[in-house]
């Protein structure tokens, strides 16, 4: 089965930095896109960025010039680098793989595409 986990989650000030990491197992994400979510308390789940096969990412317009999606295809992991932290980007971070009839060679965004979810890492941002 496909597995995730994410590490690199912590608490830092407005303004840090911080890089997540994603180990995949089991999905080849040379293949295939994958991307990063997140999720506030009583707040919807939100795409954060996704990266094809061939480099190509997408970001969500709240994140856009402060966070970057990046890959080791050898290492089978995904990475977010997060710059210029905000209060508003508390949250859950996960990564997240496509169910098979979901995996063209676009990125997605979209929640519902996703079949494959990692445990999570804690992002908390303070003044």
Known sequence: QVHLVESGGGSVQVGGSLRLSCAVSQFDISRYYV?????APEKEREGVACIAPNGYSSYADSVKGRFTIS???SKNTLF????????EDTAMYYCAAPAATSRGLRCSLAAPRF???GQGTQ???SS
């Open 35 to 39: 991307a990063w979510f997140r999720q």
């Open 71 to 73: 890959k080791d295809n």
């Open 80 to 87: 977010l680098e997060m710059i210029g932290l905000q209060l």
């Open 115 to 117: 079949d494959y979810w």
């Open 123 to 125: 992002v908390t941002v």
